[in-house]
C-alpha cells in the first residue's frame, strides 16, 4: 500500500491509525520510551563505538520514522569525536505514511527537527516500493522494505553468519495487529541475526517471548519507569545454527530457590544477583564466618591479567575489570563499607623479559591507554609515590579491596532483602542427585536438600564429585603482612612485581604471594616469609626497608586453579557423554555441530578464580545468574564457553588427548 489513507491526526497534531486504533507515539513520553526501547535496550551506542565493521539495524514498522531518527540522531553525535562504522538501517512498513503525512507526524517532535528534515528532503511523496535512502555522507544507509514485516524480511538474503546485530521489534501491540507478531516473523530474526545479536521490544506478550526464544535468542524483562511497566530485551545466544552446538548451554526457567555452597567472594556476588532477581537463597558456609578460605586475605589487588595478544584470557579479564568496579561501585552507592581503594597498579618491569613485554604491548596498540599503558621510570616513581629504577605497565582501574570486608559488606546488604539465608559450620561432603533431579547434600549436619545447587566453594570443590572430573588444582599461596613504615607510607598504587606489594591499609602492607601446587595445606611457614621478602628486594630492592622484624603478620590459603588460568562459571557437563557426541573434532576442529551440549540437571559450578577472584567475581557471578533464569549473557558465546566446564573436555577431544 504506497498511501496511508487509514489515519487521522489528534488535537496535538500526533498521528492516530483508524485501522489498528492505535496511537504511532504518545507526545507525552513516546520519545523517552523509544529512546529507552530501541537505542538503550539495544546499546546501539555501545556497538557503534566497538563495532569493527558495518554495523546493520533492523526494525518491524517504520511508523514515522522516530526510531530512525533517534538512531541517526545517536549516530551524528558520536560522530565528532569517534571513528564509527557504517550504519545500515533496514526497516519495514506495510502502510506508509505519505510525504505530507510524515512532515505533519514529525512536526510534533521539534527535538530531531534537524534529522526530520534531512529525512523529509529524500523521502518521497509516495512510495511505490523499497526505497534507499543516504545520510552522514553515505555513512548511514536507509533502506525502506514496503509490504509485509515477515515477506519483507524473508526477501533478504545473508551468508549462514547473519546480518543484523540489532532488532527494533516495533509497530502496533500484539493485540492490535497480531498478524505482525507471528512465528513466521520470530523464524525471520533467528534467520538473518549474527551471533549476539540484540533484540528489544516494547512488548512482554507471552507469545513474543516465546517465539524469540524458540528461535535462538535468550530474553529478559526489564523494569521501566514510563507509563509501561516492562519492556523485553534479548541477544541472539541460544542457536544451533552456528554449528557449534557444544557452547550451547540449557535454557532454563527463572527458579524459586538455589542452595550455594561457599562463604567467599564468589558466593557473595552470586548470592546478590540471584537475589536481585527475587530468587531465595540458601548459602552455606562450612566456617562458622565468611570470607575464611581464599577470600580471608586482609587486602586483596584488583586487577587483570593483560598479554601482548588480544587473546581470550586477556579479554575476559579486560571486560571483568570493567565488570568489578562498575559492581562494587554500586555496592558503596547502596551503602556497603569496606577498605578499599581505586588506586590503579604498576607492573614493574624489572628484568629484560618484561621490558620485552612492555614494549610489545606499547608498540602494539592493542589495548587502550585507558586499561594499560607504558610508563617509564619516572612516571613510575610518580605514580607509586616511591623511587624506582624501572619503569612498568600502569593499569589506572586497578586498586585493591579488603575481601573478607567485601564479602560481608554483600551478605549484610542482603539481609534486610528476607531472600537471603546463610547456614554457618556446614561442610558439604558429597553431593547425590535423585530421581527427582533435585541434589541431596551429605553434610556434617546431616543430609540437606536442594532444588538447584550451586557448588562455589573454592578450593573445596575439587573433592566433590562430579565436579572432581574437571582439571582443577589446589595451589597454596601464603602472604606475608608488614608494618608501615616512613618510606612505605608514601606507596599510592598496587605494584605487581615476582609477587604484589599493596599500600598501607590499617598500619600495615601486604606483599606475597607463594605458589605451592597441589597443597591444601594452610600452615604459615616462615620460610614462605622469607620468600616473599625475598622477591620484593629481587625485584625492587631494599629501598622501602622492610626487613623480617617488620613481619607481623602471615596467612596461608589455597587457591584453585584451571590449566589454562580462565576460572568456571555454569552448568555442571556430562564429560563423558561428549566423547559420544562430539567424537569428529578429533578430526575435523570445524566440523559444525547442532547439538547443544550435555549437562547435568540443576546443578552449577563457580570456581577456579585462582589470584583474581576479586577481579572476576562479579562477571562470573552475572553470567551464571543468566544461566539459572535463562535471561542473555552479558558477553558474547565465545567468552561464555571460555568459562564453561566442558570447555576442557572439547580441547582434549579436538586434540586427540581422549580415547573415543
Excluded at 549474527?194 to 535462538?216: D, E, H, I
Amino acid at each position: 500500500m504506497t498511501d496511508n489513507n487509514h489515519i487521522h491526526f489528534q488535537e496535538d497534531g500526533s498521528p492516530f491509525s483508524d485501522k489498528f486504533d492505535d496511537i504511532y507515539f504518545d507526545t507525552e513520553s513516546g520519545y523517552l520510551q523509544s529512546q529507552r526501547v530501541f537505542i538503550e535496550g539495544n546499546q546501539i551506542r555501545e556497538k557503534l563505538l566497538t563495532s569493527q565493521s558495518r554495523l546493520t539495524i533492523a526494525e518491524t514498522g517504520f511508523g514515522t520514522g522516530l526510531n530512525f531518527l533517534l538512531t541517526l540522531r545517536l549516530y551524528h553525535e558520536l560522530k565528532s569525536t569517534e571513528t564509527l562504522p557504517e550504519l545500515h538501517f533496514i526497516t519495514t512498513e506495510k502502510y506508509p505514511l505519505s510525504g505530507a503525512q510524515l512532515q505533519k507526524s514529525l512536526a510534533c517532535l521539534p527535538h530531531l527537527s534537524q534529522f526530520a528534515t534531512q529525512l523529509l528532503t529524500q523521502y518521497p511523496e509516495t512510495l511505490t516500493g523499497n526505497t534507499e535512502l543516504l545520510f552522514c555522507q553515505g555513512k548511514v544507509t536507509l533502506t525502506l522494505l514496503i509490504g509485509d514485516a515477515t515477506a519483507s524480511l524473508a526477501s533478504l538474503s545473508c551468508s549462514n553468519k547473519g546480518m543484523i546485530d540489532a532488532w527494533y521489534l516495533d509497530g502496533f501491540s500484539p493485540a492490535k495487529n497480531p498478524h505482525m507478531w507471528r512465528e513466521e516473523l520470530f523464524k525471520e530474526l533467528g534467520r538473518l541475526s549474527t551471533a549476539n545479536a540484540s533484540v528489544a521490544t516494547f512488548t512482554v506478550a507471552g507469545n513474543v517471548r516465546r517465539g524469540l526464544t524458540n528461535n535462538g535468542f535468550r530474553v529478559q524483562r526489564i523494569n521501566y519507569g514510563g507509563k509501561k511497566k516492562e519492556i523485553l530485551t534479548g541477544k541472539f545466544q541460544h542457536s544451533a545454527r552456528f554449528g557449534k552446538g557444544y557452547q550451547l548451554r540449557p535454557l532454563r526457567s527463572k527458579p524459586q530457590h538455589v542452595s550455594i555452597v561457599g562463604g567467599g567472594i564468589a558466593s557473595a556476588c552470586l548470592a546478590y544477583k540471584l537475589v536481585h532477581k527475587g530468587i531465595h537463597v540458601t548459602l552455606y558456609c562450612k566456617d562458622k564466618q565468611l570470607a575464611q578460605g581464599a577470600s580471608n586475605n586482609p587486602i586483596g589487588a584488583l586487577y587483570p591479567l593483560i598479554h601482548q595478544k588480544a587473546d581470550e584470557l586477556s579479554q575476559f579479564y579486560q571486560h571483568a575489570l570493567a565488570n568489578a568496579r562498575s559492581f562494587y561501585q554500586a555496592l558503596i552507592s547502596q551503602g556497603a563499607s569496606f577498605s578499599h581503594d581505586w588506586c590503579g597498579l604498576l607492573e614493574l618491569s624489572f628484568n629484560d623479559k618484561l621490558q620485552k613485554r612492555q614494549q610489545g604491548i606499547s608498540d602494539s596498540a592493542i589495548w587502550p591507554n585507558s586499561l594499560i599503558r607504558s610508563v617509564d621510570a619516572k612516571e613510575a616513581s610518580q605514580l607509586s609515590g616511591v623511587t624506582l629504577s624501572d619503569g612498568g605497565l600502569y593499569i589506572p582501574d586497578a586498586g585493591w579491596v579488603a575481601p573478607h570486608e567485601l564479602t560481608t559488606a554483600i551478605i549484610d546488604l542482603l539481609q534486610p532483602t528476607g531472600l537471603l539465608k546463610v547456614k554457618y559450620n556446614v561442610t558439604v561432603e558429597a553431593i547425590k542427585q535423585l530421581i527427582n533431579k533435585k541434589w541431596q547434600l551429605q553434610t556434617n549436619k546431616g543430609q540437606l536438600m536442594a532444588s538447584n545447587l550451586v557448588m562455589a566453594a573454592g578450593a573445596e570443590t575439587i573433592k566433590i564429585a562430579p565436579i572432581s572430573q574437571l582439571p582443577l588444582q589446589p595451589v597454596k599461596g601464603q602472604i606475608t603482612a608488614l608494618t608501615t613504615n616512613k618510606q612505605s607510607k608514601s606507596l599510592s598504587t598496587v605494584i605487581c612485581h615476582k609477587g604484589y606489594l599493596t599500600p598501607e591499609s590499617n598500619g600495615i602492607h601486604c606483599i606475597g604471594a607463594t605458589f605451592e601446587k597441589d597443597k591444601f595445606d594452610t600452615t604459615t611457614e616462615d620460610q614462605a616469609d622469607q620468600y616473599n621478602l625475598r622477591m620484593l628486594k629481587e625485584s625492587m630492592g631494599n629501598q622501602l626497608g622492610w626487613q623480617s622484624s617488620d613481619i607481623i603478620d602471615s596467612k596461608a590459603r589455597v587457591r584453585c586453579m584451571t590449566p589454562d588460568h580462565l576460572p568456571i562459571s555454569g552448568p555442571m557437563a556430562k564429560v563423558s557423554q561428549h566423547t559420544e557426541i562430539y567424537s569428529h573434532l578429533s578430526k575435523d576442529k570445524n566440523w559444525r555441530y547442532q547439538t547443544p551440549a550435555p549437562y547435568m540437571q540443576n546443578l552449577y559450578v563457580l570456581t577456579g578464580l585462582g589470584a583474581r577472584g576479586i577481579c572476576s567475581a562479579p562477571l562470573l557471578a552475572e553470567i551464571l545468574t543468566a544461566d539459572i533464569c535463562g535471561t542473555p549473557y552479558p558477553v558474547n558465546n565465545e567468552m561464555v564457553f571460555s568459562v564453561s566446564t566442558n570447555r576442557f573436555i572439547i580441547r582434549d577431544i579436538i586434540k586427540r588427548k581422549v580415547a573415543l
